[in-house]
């Protein structure tokens, strides 16, 4: 069916809540499941994008499908850049992105609770096993801890990304950040974006019943 106006106005609020200047960048994530469950992290806190980088020869980026049962849909509602070179990726991300910081544990490291997270800023998360390669922390403005006090210090890679984005999403709340305080082409563009799947669902449908 067309658009009804309560579905208008949702696309309008969630559009609104969409924080540009924060994003997620995933390297060499095995598990799709793991995406998954990122995406549906994004889509709760405002993100418009994420960043994955698949440079794992043992990663068949042709082969490579997002868990559809852990995004519960939600990647449907996020702009997912897929590449193969970490140079590539990371050039597009400083292009957007003020600040870079990634889960590695080193000397300077900080706390994830330090961090300002109100800035434009992009969280790297490695894969499962190995985390972050050497040649993505090259391009790292700093690193960043998840504070634990349990005998196993390591968390799945999609709850670190929930407790680290969920960080972001109260520090924008405490600055009135929800909604964006001003809507910007950028905004017009992702609710465009949702008004032509929304039309591109109903006119499939519409082709399948007269099919039938």
């Not at 794992?56 to 849909?73: E, F, L, N, T």
């Not at 690193?143 to 680290?164: D, E, K, R, W």
């Amino acid at each position: 069916m067309p658009i009804t106006e309560k579905r208008y106005t949702k696309f309008k609020n969630v559009v609104a809540h969409r924080q540009l200047d924060l994003t997620v960048v995933l390297e060499n994530i095995h598990d799709p499941h793991n995406i998954g469950a990122v995406l549906r992290t994004c889509d709760s806190v405002g993100i418009a994008e994420i960043y994955v980088i698949l440079t794992d020869p043992q990663i068949d980026p042709d082969k490579y499908k997002i868990g559809r049962k852990s995004s519960s849909s939600s990647r449907k509602w996020i702009n997912t850049k897929i590449y193969t070179s970490t140079a590539d990726c990371f050039k597009d991300v400083k292009a957007k992105y003020r600040n870079i910081y990634g889960t590695h544990l080193n000397k300077d490291a900080k706390v994830l609770y330090e961090l300002d997270l109100t800035e434009s800023m992009a969280l790297v998360f490695g894969n499962e096993h190995d985390g972050l390669s050497e040649e993505a922390m090259n391009y790292l403005d700093g690193n960043f801890i998840i504070p634990q006090y349990g005998m196993v210090q390591s968390l799945n890679i999609s709850v670190a990304c929930a407790v680290s984005l969920y960080e972001a999403s109260r520090q924008r709340r405490a600055k009135e950040m929800y909604p964006s305080k001003s809507i910007t082409s950028d905004h017009d563009a992702i609710l465009e974006k949702y008004l032509e799947m929304h039309e591109t669902k109903y006119l499939r449908g519409r082709t399948s019943n007269t099919q039938l």
